[in-house]
């Protein structure tokens, strides 16, 4: 029987809600989808990694003036509500990894039966030291992943995934994600999928996971 993990892309405040510092276009729409899959992993025993972005100032792709390619107004800043993930995808007991590499992480995630949420001061959730030995611990078979923005952090999170991972089954849930950029996603799609990355809607991402674990 298949390990699948749920993944969540930065569904922050200010990426998620339309007064929020960096709202991603639409993303208001695909709320009631990422709460169906939030319930449905937690109903079943999937477990849920999270990113988030925590930045404070002088991050680098922070900038005043961006080109909102790889820099970005202020967003998700530390300690604000819009740093916090919304409600519809709240994680259960997260354990919260912080980005400086942690010598002891295995033996933590393998002592924790909750969530997972990685800290992030960049758009690339591998820029996280510790991404690597938490995937290597939980040693999914499957990823099932979804959030915002598709062109950015889902990109890199997609990208990196596939690259370092090639043995994991990565499924890209399409209508739990918004892009900032919605022109550039068809060629995302078209490129993912010829690196053999599953496309789905997020009724088959349900009905393939239902018995996953």
Known sequence: MATTIFW???TQYDFMRADGKLYVPDAESIVPVLKALTDHAHRRGI????????????????SAAPDFLTTFPD????????QRKIAET???DPMVIEPEA?????????AHRGDILFLKHWFDVFTNLNVPAVIDTLAPDRIV????ATDVCTRYAIEG????????????VTDAGRAIHPEQVNGLHQ???????????????????????
């Open 75 to 82: 967003h998700c800043m530390r300690g604000t509500p819009g």
């Open 145 to 148: 992943l979804y959030g915002v």
């Open 47 to 62: 477990r849920i990694i999270a990113s988030a972005d925590d930045h404070v100032p002088g991050h680098r792709e922070l």
């Open 161 to 172: 995934l596939r690259s370092r991972y090639p043995a994991i089954e990565l499924w890209c």
């Open 8 to 10: 969540d892309v930065d």
């Open 102 to 110: 942690d010598p002891d992480v295995a033996a933590r995630v393998r």
């Open 90 to 92: 709240t994680l259960r």
């Open 191 to 213: 490129a993912w999928r010829a690196a053999g990355v599953r496309l789905v809607d997020s009724a088959e991402a349900l009905r393939g996971t239902e018995k996953a674990q």
